[in-house]
């Protein structure tokens, strides 16, 4: 009766030893996997119609023939959002999601976004400003990005809100033969928000993958902010000291432009 006690317990204890070098080796041994995510690069190239866009010097003329000389351009571009190939689309994180384009400041035109994950992209969706939801966090739910709107001077104040795009520069017309200011700053207006939403279509596809970082080449035509579904007269929201453009009835029509003013020149993968 001992001995075969004696035995059961060997067993016991030999089985009880395999599984724990069993349980051991996997321990140190854990599976592992390399991230399955890269970058994808979006460059904004600020034009004039067919034109790059020159300050301060460069005169373009309007479809109402006003002469425009721009000296200052800068907008948001919020709520990036890559549409993959088989229809499904990847939000990028929207506390990471907010940039300031300003077309003085060669480096803030192109937006690299890493830990995109591996695929074949489509087309991509942003915003044009700064979105509801994000200002009613309130200051201290912006994170880093009410210092740098605060910065490039692209908030009144808090209260006032954010300046989704700011357009500048001289101009002269038929009755306006001397330069003349104009200020154009699109933003919240009474009851209209003039936030939007932009969708566009790839010529082809991005591919993002452990060795390509594709390259988005975006144009903004800003002749489209006052020129295009919608005509904005300068010279008949001109005060005598200059045309400012900063609330009313103009501002959703201006906003309303801007769906007409980016396109897809080209993919580099």
Same mark, same amino acid.
């Given at each position: 009766?001992?001995?075969?006690?004696?035995?059961?317990?060997?067993?016991?204890?030999?089985?009880?030893?395999?599984?724990?070098?069993?349980?051991?080796?996997?321990?140190?041994?854990?599976?592992?996997?390399?991230?399955?995510?890269?970058?994808?690069?979006?460059?904004?190239?600020?034009?004039? +119609?067919?034109?790059?866009?020159?300050?301060?010097?460069?005169?373009?003329?309007?479809?109402?023939?006003?002469?425009?000389?721009?000296?200052?351009?800068?907008?948001?571009?919020?709520?990036?959002?890559?549409?993959?190939?088989?229809?499904?689309?990847?939000?990028?994180?929207?506390?990471?999601?907010?940039?300031?384009?300003?077309?003085?400041?060669?480096?803030?035109?192109?937006?690299?976004?890493?830990?995109?994950?591996?695929?074949?992209?489509?087309?991509?969706?942003?915003?044009? +400003?700064?979105?509801?939801?994000?200002?009613?966090? +309130?200051?201290?739910?912006?994170?880093?990005?009410?210092?740098?709107?605060?910065?490039?001077?692209?908030?009144?104040?808090?209260?006032?809100?954010?300046?989704?795009?700011?357009?500048?520069?001289?101009?002269?017309?038929?009755?306006?033969?001397?330069?003349?200011?104009?200020?154009?700053?699109?933003?919240?207006?009474?009851?209209?928000?003039?936030?939007?939403?932009?969708?566009?279509?790839?010529?082809?596809?991005?591919?993002?993958?452990?060795?390509?970082?594709?390259?988005?080449?975006?144009?903004?035509?800003?002749?489209?902010?006052?020129?295009?579904?919608?005509?904005?007269?300068?010279?008949?929201?001109?005060?005598?000291?200059?045309?400012?453009?900063?609330?009313?009835?103009?501002?959703?029509?201006?906003?309303?432009?801007?769906?007409?003013?980016?396109?897809?020149?080209?993919?580099?993968?």
């Amino acid at each position: 009766m001992k001995k075969q006690l004696k035995n059961t317990l060997a067993i016991a204890l030999l089985a009880l030893a395999t599984f724990s070098c069993s349980k051991s080796s996997t321990e140190e041994v854990p599976a592992t996997s390399e991230p399955q995510t890269g970058s994808i690069t979006l460059q904004y190239d600020n034009k004039y +119609g067919n034109t790059d866009l020159v300050l301060d010097s460069q005169s373009n003329t309007t479809s109402q023939s006003e002469n425009l000389k721009t000296t200052e351009l800068k907008y948001i571009i919020s709520n990036i959002v890559f549409v993959k190939a088989d229809g499904s689309s990847y939000v990028y994180p929207k506390s990471k999601s907010y940039f300031v384009i300003n077309e003085r400041d060669l480096a803030s035109q192109k937006i690299t976004l890493p830990e995109v994950p591996f695929g074949e992209y489509v087309g991509v969706k942003f915003g044009l +400003g700064v979105d509801q939801a994000q200002y009613d966090l +309130g200051a201290t739910g912006q994170g880093n990005f009410l210092t740098i709107a605060q910065r490039e001077h692209m908030i009144w104040s808090w209260s006032a809100g954010y300046i989704f795009m700011k357009y500048e520069g001289t101009f002269t017309s038929s009755t306006v033969t001397t330069d003349t200011s104009y200020k154009v700053h699109v933003a919240k207006s009474g009851t209209e928000y003039n936030y939007k939403d932009i969708t566009l279509t790839f010529p082809q596809r991005a591919v993002v993958s452990k060795s390509v970082t594709p390259n988005v080449s975006i144009v903004t035509d800003i002749s489209k902010i006052i020129d295009g579904t919608n005509k904005i007269s300068l010279t008949a929201n001109n005060s005598g000291s200059g045309a400012e453009i900063m609330s009313g009835t103009n501002l959703p029509l201006i906003a309303t432009n801007f769906v007409q003013m980016f396109t897809v020149s080209q993919v580099r993968n």
